[in-house]
C-alpha cells in the first residue's frame, strides 16, 4: 500500500516552518531570559547543582556507553503516516507516567522533589530511544545515540546552542561520518549545563511546599511534550533527506 501523499506533503510544510525557527538568531527575550536565569543559578544551593550535574554526568555516559537503555528493535514500517502514529502513542504513555511521577516526587517535599531529576532524565532517554527504534533506526550504533543526545540538546538548550547542533543535524548524513571512534569525546559538559540552565527555572517551584504537586505534573507533562515533539522533526528532517535522494 502506497504512502499517503497528503500526510508526506503536511508533513514537509510543518518540518520547513521548524527549521526556520531554529536557524533564528537568539531573540533580545531569548537573551534576556539566559541572563535571568545565570541570576538564578547563583541562588541556588551547591548540593542541588551537584546532584543536577552528577544525574546528567551519569545519564549521558550511559548513553554514550549504550549501557543501562535497552535498545529497541528498529521497526520495518516505511510509511511516516504509520511510524508517526506510533510515534505519538508512545510520547503520551511517557507524558503520562513523567507527569505521575512528578505529581508524586512533588508532593513528597524537597528529597523527593530532588530524585525527580535524575528520575525525569532517565524517561526522556527512554522516550528518545523508543522514538528512534519506531522511526527504523537501530540504537545499538553510537552514532544513533550520538543523534539522540543531539535531539536532546535541541530541545533544551538557549537558542545560541541550539543553532550549533542544529547545524549538525542538517548534515547528520555527513556529519556522522567524520565522527570519531572514540564516543566519549562528546561534550557532556556543555550538554549538562545547557540542560541545566533551561529546567531549573521550572523544575525548583516543584521544591515549594503546598505547589509541587501540581508543578511537578505539569512541569513533567510540558518538558517531554517538547522532547517528543523535538524529535518528529528531527527525524523527519532525515526522513525528508532521504526521500530527495531517492
Known amino acids: 500500500m502506497p504512502a ?12 520547513s516552518v521548524w527549521q526556520h525557527q531554529m536557524r533564528q538568531p537568539p531573540s533580545l527575550a531569548n537573551r534576556l531570559s539566559k541572563g535571568l536565569q545565570n541570576r538564578v543559578n547563583r541562588l541556588i544551593p ?3 547543582h551537584d546532584l543536577i550535574t552528577g544525574a546528567i554526568k551519569h545519564m549521558t555516559r550511559a548513553v554514550l556507553a549504550g549501557s543501562e537503555f535497552t535498545a529497541p528493535s528498529p521497526s520495518a514500517e516505511i510509511r511516516l503516516e504509520r511510524k508517526e502514529e506510533a510515534v505519538r502513542n508512545r510520547i503520551v504513555w511517557y507524558k503520562r507516567v513523567g507527569a505521575a511521577e512528578g505529581g508524586v516526587t512533588g508532593a513528597g517535599g524537597i528529597l523527593l522533589g530532588l530524585a525527580d531529576f535524575p528520575l ?5 532517554m527512554k522516550m528518545l530511544y523508543d522514538i528512534a527504534a519506531l522511526y527504523g533506526y537501530d540504537v545499538s550504533d553510537y552514532r544513533e545515540r550520538l543523534f539522540v543526545l543531539h535531539i536532546f540538546q535541541l530541545a533544551f ?4 546552542r541550539r543553532q550549533a547542533v542544529f547545524a549538525h543535524m542538517e548534515q547528520w548524513h555527513e556529519f556522522a561520518a567524520t565522527l570519531p571512534d572514540d564516543i566519549h ?6 550538554f549538562q549545563q545547557e540542560y541545566r540552565d533551561y529546567i531549573d527555572l521550572a523544575k525548583l517551584l516543584q521544591l515549594v511546599p503546598g505547589i509541587g504537586a501540581v508543578v ?4 513533567n507533562w510540558r518538558l517531554l511534550d517538547q522532547l517528543g515533539e523535538t524529535a518528529m522533526m528531527a527525524y523527519r528532517m532525515r526522513w525528508a533527506s532521504k526521500r530527495a535522494i531517492e
Open 4 to 15: 499517503t501523499p497528503l500526510y508526506d506533503t503536511h508533513a514537509l510544510g510543518e518540518l
Open 46 to 48: 551547591q548540593r542541588v
Open 120 to 124: 525525569l532524565l532517565s524517561l526522556k
Open 157 to 160: 538548550s538557549s537558542q545560541e
Open 185 to 190: 569525546q562528546f561534550d557532556w559538559q556543555t
Open 216 to 219: 511537578g505534573v505539569v512541569a
